[in-house]
């Protein structure tokens, strides 16, 4: 399914057109103990800060506040990955999430795809495949009156569907959590964050050895 992969595109994209023009400052950098805040010094648009103590990683700022937990040097850690983000390994590390931004939510568009692909695999068996998908049109994916919104309220929907002898089978069993995209935004703030930092004791290192 492309909804994920897309997600994962947009956040990035997002995150290097909004930040591009961010300054880190460096409020306290005592071994583990870090407290770095990175904003436009223009705006406080898209501002984040990010704090570490010895066992724990904390982002904090526009896009939401999430803890994680695994080494002891979590700049290390997150480190490990080469500069890619890892959303599913990452999200196992997760210790408290921001209560407006979980890292998992309900996604219209995997509900979607999954109506499509179940519609699509099962069309040349229908006798009026046409009049089958107007109806899922009109009941299941209408933007204004559509369901697909609300998970709840899809789900039901989508198990109640019964048009032209077409229903939907293990509707309960289908996916429908995405990482969120504050999540994923989030990450690619702690990346790019701890790779400004590095580059800053680096500069203070050559500056000092000169």
Known sequence: MNAKHNAAENAAKRFRTETADHVMEVALDQGLYRHLRFRNPGTGFCW???????????????????????????????????????????AEKVQAQDIHSPVLEYSRELFIEHVLEEFWDSRENLEDAPAVWAEIRDQLLDDVYGPAGDETIAITAAMEFNVGGFEFYDVTDWRLKAYNFHYLYSLHAIVDGIRRYRDHVLSLQLAEAA
Do not use: C, H, N
């Not at 010895?54 to 979590?74: H, W």
């Open 48 to 90: 984040f800060e990010i704090i570490t103590t010895p066992g724990q990683l904390t982002i904090r700022g526009d896009m939401g506040t999430y803890v994680f937990a695994r080494t002891e040097d979590m700049f290390a850690f997150f480190e490990g990955s080469g500069g890619r983000t890892k959303p599913s390994y990452w």
